[in-house]
């Protein structure tokens, strides 16, 4: 059994709580004593049913509010697969939370309200699963009940959207029309509306295939700490502890290590008392060389026939996520990997009015604002095009002043 | 080039590893919150395939509210024998000579949440930066919403709007003095994957998590164990019966429940029919809906 990790973009108006409700009550995995508070909760809907988005409404703000302010986990499991999902706000003040949400998940699930079709916060929406790399998305058009199930309705909205995902970027997409409210196509087939052929949404969660990017991409492996027990009987001991970020590596293989581009050759690959002969994507080892070479956290192994870039001054694009509006006289830290080091934003090229797709050139770069900038590093990142290889190609930026992580990074490529 | 794809508890294994090893690269003082319960000893686990032949790069640390079940007291020095790692004990009842918590009265009183300032001075005292818990976001609302990497000012306050956003697998450590990380490495991990990983790790267990016969008591629904650090009167009747502990806490406040499961899948297939959560069997989170969201900006674990 694998691990789907999803995200639900879509605002509070277009019933998200409520489908990941329904899909957590439908497929029953909700507890007793969870059930009982919900159904003893004072919130229900118009029509006097149990209100499912108190489901995922955790912190006493939102509750206040009625809105999602965080990112919320939930976790559930059929007989196929588990799923984590990552709940995250629709309205823009929350950009920041949807891309934080975004950047961990396998698949979106985009919601379009049917009375309203495609509206700007479906572009936006769009473009940040685009940015963030997801490469599975799913258009749920909710609501269907309050449009009669009209198959018309619900074609228009497709193509509208085929349109737009054209324009993002974005490929492999599904639709499926829907009303979370009533459960119609979430976990259980609806019976009215036969014009769908499609199956249920949870049906498709459960069998999509998933891309396995990371394990495809080349062999990455930074080093997060050295393992050196440096007693008697372990005098020589000294091991490389990380998890492989994208790719493989197995015995035997010639690996270089960045930035110094000191070459060696892997002897051993151990987890605690085994020793595979191979470590992939995902796996946490500590791998041995052949030589002895001065290596430390924040350097990266890398397969020597497939080196990634080196650089100092790289071209990115940039979520800021801080109230501080982005000063490219201040130094800051940027963390890539398990590499930290001092930079300075020495360029805006231009931000996108993520609500239209526009470019603009002179205003500041503040809170949720994304846009095109180039970073320049203290010290060198060896890292891949985050299009090519995400788990390579992400980073954050963080304020020197507060500690606080202010912006997203997804490294494009060397500026020239 | 490879297809491979992670078993799911396998790549939650490697996260939680991946995560123990950003603790040891990017804090000067780190401890690992240990209560004897069954996360927290899977977290052992998983440090010891994070740090082996190495030593562990951070102490266990032990919240001692001095009403634990024996079993836990006894599990715990076995352990701390096996792996050869520091122990550091707090005692509540330290903090409480010192006047700085109040003994609760009353029927329901319970050393539980004195905890909290017996933990910030252990925190304080010892200066760690850094503490690893064994919290999971399927408990409860609130931790749902909490990072993996939880910035606590000096008070150990968490304030859930001030949030770091947390992207990718980059952890963010950076703090300044006086403040302190609260970092949960299994914060993706579900009651039932624990359980899992402990039955395919061959992990050993405190006894009370299995059935056994006890003296218990029935209070506001749920059953207490009977002891002497429960405060009962004539209306309590005490029973003998068939129970297991769903979590191990202070003996006031953690709730058994009728069990016959003797083996580790006898308590999996209870557990993967089960309907009540796992802090259902805590009384501190009845008091309202609210309460771990309250306790939590208040420092607690």
Same mark, same amino acid.
């Given at each position: 059994m694998d691990i789907l990790k999803f995200i639900t973009a879509g605002s509070v108006d277009d019933g998200k709580s409520t489908l990941i409700g329904r899909l957590l009550y439908d497929s029953e995995s909700i507890l007793a004593d969870q059930l009982e508070a919900l159904h003893s909760s004072n919130r229900k809907n118009d029509d006097g049913s149990i209100d499912l988005a108190i489901l995922t409404d955790g912190l006493k703000a939102e509750r206040e509010q009625g809105i999602t302010i965080d990112v919320a986990y939930k976790y559930f499991q059929t007989d196929k697969r588990k799923f984590i999902i990552? #709940?995250?706000?629709?309205?823009i003040q929350y950009t920041r939370n949807m891309v934080t949400g975004a950047s961990n998940a396998n698949l979106a699930i985009i919601l379009i309200d049917a009375r309203k079709g495609v509206i700007e916060q479906t572009i936006r929406h769009s473009y940040l699963v685009s940015l963030l790399g997801i490469q599975q998305v799913v258009v749920c058009i909710n609501k269907m009940d309050m449009v009669d199930y009209s198959e018309a309705i619900y074609e228009t909205i497709v193509n509208d959207y085929k349109a737009l995902a054209y324009k993002v970027g974005l490929e492999n997409i599904k639709y499926i029309p829907v009303s979370a409210l009533k459960g119609d196509n979430i976990v259980n087939e609806s #019976?009215?509306?036969?014009?769908y052929e499609g199956k249920s949404l949870l049906h498709f969660l459960e069998t999509i295939e998933l891309k396995i990017d990371d394990s495809t991409a080349h062999a990455r492996f930074p080093v997060q700490w050295v393992v050196r027990p440096q007693t008697e009987e372990l005098h020589d001991y000294r091991g490389y502890a990380g998890r492989v970020s994208s790719g493989s590596f197995k015995v035997n293989d010639r690996v270089t290590v960045l930035p110094s581009g000191f070459h060696s050759t892997i002897e051993k690959i151990e987890l605690l008392d085994t020793e595979p002969t191979e470590a992939f994507a995902g796996m946490s080892v500590t791998i041995h060389l052949k030589d002895e070479i001065d290596i430390s956290r924040g350097d990266v192994l890398v397969n020597t026939d497939y080196q990634p870039e080196l650089s100092q001054q790289i071209e990115a694009d940039l979520c800021w996520m801080d109230t501080r509006v982005l000063d490219t006289s201040l130094t800051y830290f940027v963390q890539h990997n398990s590499k930290v080091t001092r930079c300075k934003i020495q360029e805006v090229l231009y931000k996108v009015n993520i609500n239209t797709l526009e470019k603009e050139f002179n205003e500041d770069f503040k809170l949720n604002d994304i846009g095109r900038i180039i970073i320049k590093t203290a010290e060198p990142l060896a890292f891949d095009p985050y299009q090519i290889n995400k788990a390579n190609g992400g980073a954050i930026i963080i304020d020197s002043r507060t500690n606080v992580t202010v912006g997203a990074l997804m490294l494009r490529g060397i500026s020239e | 080039m490879s297809t491979h794809k992670l078993d799911y508890l396998d790549e939650l294994e490697a996260e939680a590893i991946y995560i123990l090893r950003e603790v040891a690269g990017q804090f000067e003082k780190p401890a690992l919150l240990f209560s004897g319960g069954k996360d927290s000893i899977t977290l052992v686990r998983l440090a010891e395939k994070a740090f082996r032949p190495g030593k562990f790069p951070f102490p266990l640390v032990h919240i001692d509210t001095?009403?634990?079940?024996a079993e836990t007291i006894d599990y715990r020095d076995r352990m701390i024998n096996r792996i050869g790692e520091k122990l550091i004990i707090g005692h509540v009842q330290d903090s409480i000579d010192e006047g700085k918590v109040v003994e609760q009265k009353g029927k329901n009183a319970s050393r539980n949440a004195l905890q909290t300032v017996t933990l910030l001075d252990t925190i304080a005292k010892h200066g760690f930066d850094a503490c690893i818990g064994g919290a999971r976001r399927d408990e409860e609302k609130a931790r749902a919403k909490e990072r993996i990497f939880s910035v606590r000012d000096e008070f150990g306050q968490w304030d859930p709007k001030r949030q770091r956003p947390e992207l990718w697998n980059i952890f963010n450590g950076k703090i300044h003095k006086g403040e302190n990380v609260r970092v949960f490495?299994?914060?993706?991990?579900t009651e039932l994957d624990v359980w899992n990983y402990i039955r395919r790790e061959k992990i050993e267990l405190p006894s009370i998590y299995f059935a056994h016969e006890r003296d218990v008591i029935t209070r506001n629904g749920q059953l207490m164990a009977a002891s002497p650090f429960l405060n009962m009167d004539d209306e309590d009747i005490i029973e003998r019966r068939n129970v297991r502990f769903r979590t191990v806490g202070d003996m006031t406040c953690t709730a058994a429940v009728e069990s016959y499961a003797f083996e580790i899948d006898d308590i999996i297939d209870e557990i993967s029919e089960s309907k009540i959560s796992e802090r259902g069997a805590r009384m501190d989170d009845k008091v309202s809906e609210a309460a771990m969201e309250d306790r939590k900006k208040g420092g607690y674990f």
């Open positions: 990552a #709940d995250t706000p629709g309205h #019976d009215k509306m036969h014009w | 001095g009403h634990n079940f490495p299994i914060s993706n991990w």
